[in-house]
Each structure stands twice: as structure tokens, then as C-alpha cells.
């Protein structure tokens, strides 16, 4: 993976980017471009499961930067505001891209 932004300390005091280990979040590692809801051993909202969404550019876009109204009920929504900058968001975007 490359260098994670700043916006990502964020994003880390809930998730890991190791395969596997899961945090008060799922792990991060992967997760670009699958399904919602498929890290392995975590266990989803009920809201994450039923959006049937995929974590790509679209999703992560409106995602980061409010969770809370992008998938109703879930619980990282519950927890965190979102990124108000668009260029947190972006950048953090990218870095997931590289985090396999």
C-alpha cells in the first residue's frame, strides 16, 4: 500500500489495513472494489448488509463524507461525522485503491 493521507489517522482509530483484523471496524485490506459487507469474521449492521452496494469511487464519495444519510442505520454512522473536506475524501479514496 502506498503512504496513507493524514485524513486516514481517521479512518484508522476504527479500522486495520491487515487482512483479517477486524477493530471496532472492518479490516480496510481489500475492501476497493467488493461488495459491501464481505470482510471476512466482521459482523455488519443490518443496513450495510441490505445496501447492496460496492465500494468503488461512487459509493466511497458520498460514504466518507456522510455516512450517516448514505446507508442509514449503519454503524460507522453512528460514530463518525464523515470527511468534510472533498479532498480528504479523495485522497483517502486513493490510498484505499492501493491497500490490497
Known amino acids: 500500500a502506498d503512504a496513507p493521507p493524514p485524513a486516514f489517522n481517521q479512518c ?13 471496524g472492518p479490516s480496510l485490506s481489500g475492501a476497493y472494489g467488493r461488495k459491501v459487507g464481505l470482510a471476512p469474521n466482521y459482523k455488519y449492521s443490518p443496513a450495510h448488509l441490505a445496501s447492496g452496494m460496492t465500494i468503488d469511487d461512487a459509493m466511497l464519495t458520498k460514504y466518507l463524507a456522510n455516512p450517516k444519510e448514505t446507508i ?20 483517502v479514496i486513493a490510498y484505499l485503491k492501493t491497500v490490497k
Open 12 to 24: 484508522k482509530a476504527c479500522h486495520s489495513i491487515d487482512a483479517g483484523k477486524n477493530g471496532v
Open 72 to 91: 442509514p442505520g449503519n454503524k460507522m454512522g453512528a460514530a463518525f461525522g464523515g470527511l468534510k473536506n472533498p479532498a480528504d475524501v479523495a485522497a
